[in-house]
Nanobody, 126 residues
Framework: QVQLVESGGGLVQPGGSLRLSCAASGGIFSINVMGWYQQAPGKERDLVASISSGGATTYADSVKGRFTISIDNAKNTAYLQMNSLKPEDTAVYYC????????????????????WGQGTLVTVSS
């Protein structure tokens, strides 16, 4: 089964930085878009940033100028560099991948597949 493995969350002081990683594995596929979402307690899951395999990016207004999303297509990995972190950035961050022409290691084919990671907690606090 294709899966996303996230890493890089943790506790950081206001003004600090963290780098999240999201690696896709479990088959052969092409990436359409990878994105990062945040979900704070009691709130909905919202898009933070997304990037296409060609490098086109989108950002939520709240993170523009502070967060940078990037992708390494050779490693099937997306990154989220988070700088100037604020307490309101505290949330569980989830990675999502929209894939095409997926052949899983088990031999199952999907023309299009959406996969979510398990989430990584980011806490910004002094």
């Amino acid at each position: 089964q294709v899966q996303l493995v996230e890493s890089g969350g943790g506790l950081v002081q206001p003004g600090g930085s963290l780098r999240l990683s999201c690696a896709a594995s479990g088959g052969i596929f092409s990436i359409n878009v990878m994105g990062w979402y945040q979900q704070a307690p009691g709130k909905e899951r919202d898009l933070v940033a997304s990037i296409s395999s060609g490098g086109a990016t989108t950002y939520a207004d709240s993170v523009k100028g502070r967060f940078t999303i990037s992708i390494d297509n050779a490693k099937n990995t997306a990154y989220l560099q988070m700088n100037s972190l604020k307490p309101e950035d505290t949330a569980v961050y989830y990675c999502k991948a929209n894939l095409r022409n997926v052949r899983t290691n088990g031999g199952v084919y999907y023309r299009n597949l959406e996969v979510w990671g398990q989430g990584t907690l980011v806490t910004v606090s002094s």
